[in-house]
């Protein structure tokens, strides 16, 4: 298992870890790549990592559908971050071959901060 830490900036923002993941696992073995992460007001996801326009609607659409000045009865004044993660997932697998994580064109690997800043942590598991 491998681990990297990644430090948000913002309250809200998503974070491409891609290369932050693909230098982890560089010159290792594996058939299955997963990535994982500890907390419960952060998520990881796979999307487009060309345009950065794809991930500021999707941070946007999820402050539409979990908006955080809703009255929820949680007293820390994070439900909405909780709610996002539980809504985006804590861990994504990615198959892996000649030691690199096959992605699609277009794909990267998304740390989804909803209640930074912070430095959250990664966990990186090859599996044979």
């Not at 419960?40 to 950065?52: K, S």
């Not at 439900?79 to 990615?94: E, N, Q, R, W, Y």
Request: hydrophobic share 40%; glycine share 8%.
């Amino acid at each position: 298992m491998f681990e990297i830490r990644v430090k948000t900036s913002q309250r809200v923002e998503s974070r491409d870890i891609t290369d932050e993941v693909l230098n982890a696992v560089q010159g290792k073995t594996g058939r299955i790549l997963h990535v994982y992460t500890p907390h419960t007001t952060c998520g990881i996801v796979i999307n487009e990592n060309a345009d950065p326009h794809v991930m500021q609607d999707v941070m946007e659409a999820l402050d539409r559908m979990v908006p955080r000045s809703y009255p929820y009865k949680h007293g820390e004044g994070n439900a909405d971050a909780h709610i996002k993660s539980i809504l985006t997932g804590c861990s994504v697998t990615v198959p892996f071959s000649k030691e690199t994580a096959v992605l699609g064109t277009w794909q990267g690997v998304f740390l989804m901060e909803f209640d930074g800043p912070r430095v959250r942590k990664v966990l990186i598991t090859l599996v044979e």
